[in-house]
């Protein structure tokens, strides 16, 4: 069993046995990372290149992270610091980061489909670390790992998705992962958040937290992104705390063993509340260590197809 | 053409000898451990484990490794192999491991798990168990503990079926 691509643009792009590969293979680098030695030779002697054209601080750190302990030899490329803010074609800068000997390119771009323009003129893997509005690839993985983990499927669960998904990247890309497991899909926020459209993925739509919530087994949390929050898509950050904000009498609604997620980096007391964040059914910092474990398992799968 | 070299009686009597042997070099099970290679070399580490107990009594932990990690043609695969479960249940720290696997060939495998266990810790030694050993040795590995010698030519393949895996035991080549 092996990948079918030499690049992971996103989760709508995967078959299912796919993501099940990479989600048994990561458990085995989980195993990795509770030793002493938290490092394997695997990718010895290859070079992965990070070009993040857009801020991001934990995506970053974790495929940096996820890069040394395959041993592989790492460059990282910020646009603001690079040559793309002398004005180099995004085709260019990656032409050049391959003529350096980049086997791996983990990419973020703030437009959608970046990585794909990208998978069409290099021959190193391209990883997708997050385009535009689009989809975060391994964001996806790394909760489904989670989700896993702690209630053993995926498959027949009721996973609530709450809060700004038209801009969420990593909600599309939960959305295609959780359907293609069986999942049901619920996405809760208020109406400029949650359009109608995106019902067109097979979810259902709740613009009241009580009832979206009602008997689910995962919340996830997305982050209310402030800076693309200039359209007036909600009166203010108060207001939508009152309406959309996870707190624990909201959460009472879900079942007794349900789980909360969020990708990060939170915002207290906007879309969640701190007694929530910091419970014991918040399993936000097992996200952040399975991340390196699935982004591991996705570099070596890639490692090993070759054109 | 499969010819059967082992049935399940002698691989029975195989893994009885090398238990013994196993705790006649090593005076007892005092800081003593097993770790199969995945898969084959586990279920044979579980059973040496069982043969050790009948004999003197007491358990020893028995651990699995994947090597996957750490193979060395990695780059020449056309596949990636799959990543199976290490699960090594003592600290191998001053521990006398005893490395488990099915078939002794290249030698390769084992060189990867040789490094696999120096990145979980620093056994006092390691020694070497195997069930077949075909030669054509690529590196210089020699096993401690062997179940059986069988010359081949590099062409032949051996192979180990346990009851472990859902089929009966035998060792066959074609």
Known sequence: MKLSSKDLLGIKELEKDEITLILDTASGFKDVLKRDIKKVPALRGKTAVNL?????????????????????????????????????????????????????????????????????????????AGDGINEHPTQALLDAFTIQERMGTIEGLKIAIVGDIVHSRVAKSNIYLLKKFGAEVRLIGPPTLVPEEILSLGVKRYHDMELGLDTVDVVMMLR????????????????????????????????????????????????????????????????????IAVRMAVMFLLAGIRE | MSKELLNKQDIDRILAR??????????????????????????????????????????????????????????????????????????????????????????????AALDALMDIGRPANIQLAVLIDRGHRELPIKPDFVGKNIPTSMGEVVRVVLEEEGAKDTVTIE
């Open chain 2, 18 to 111: 090398i238990a013994h042997e196993i705790l006649e070099k090593n005076k007892g099970t005092g800081n003593l451990c097993l770790v199969g290679i995945q898969r084959g070399g586990v279920h044979l580490a579980g059973r040496l484990s069982k043969k050790i107990k009948e004999i003197e009594g007491n358990d020893i932990p028995v651990g699995s490794l994947d090597i996957a990690f750490y193979r060395d043609d990695l780059n020449i695969r056309t596949e990636q192999p799959a990543v199976r479960k290490t699960s090594v249940p003592c600290r191998i720290d001053d521990q006398k491991v005893v490395l488990v696997d099915d078939v002794l060939f290249t030698g390769r495998s084992i060189r």
């Open chain 1, 52 to 128: 993040f054209f857009e801020p991001s601080t934990r995506t970053r750190t974790s495929f940096e992270l996820a890069e040394k302990r395959l041993s592989l030899d790492v460059l990282n490329l910020a646009a603001t610091t690079s040559s793309v803010a002398k004005g180099e074609s995004l085709i260019d800068t990656s032409l050049n980061v391959q003529a350096l000997g980049a086997d791996f390119m983990v990419v973020r771009h703030s437009s959608s489909g970046a990585p794909h323009l990208l998978s069409r003129n290099v021959t190193a893997s391209i990883i997708n």
């Open chain 1, 224 to 291: 209310i992104q402030k800076e693309r929050q200039t359209g007036g898509y909600f009166p203010s950050t108060l207001e939508y705390f009152r309406f959309w904000g996870l707190t624990s009498e909201r959460f009472a609604s879900a079942k007794k063993n349900a789980i909360v997620m969020h990708p990060g980096p939170m915002n207290r007391g906007i879309e969640i509340a701190s007694e929530i964040a910091d419970g014991s059914q918040s399993v936000i910092l097992d996200q952040v260590t399975n991340g």
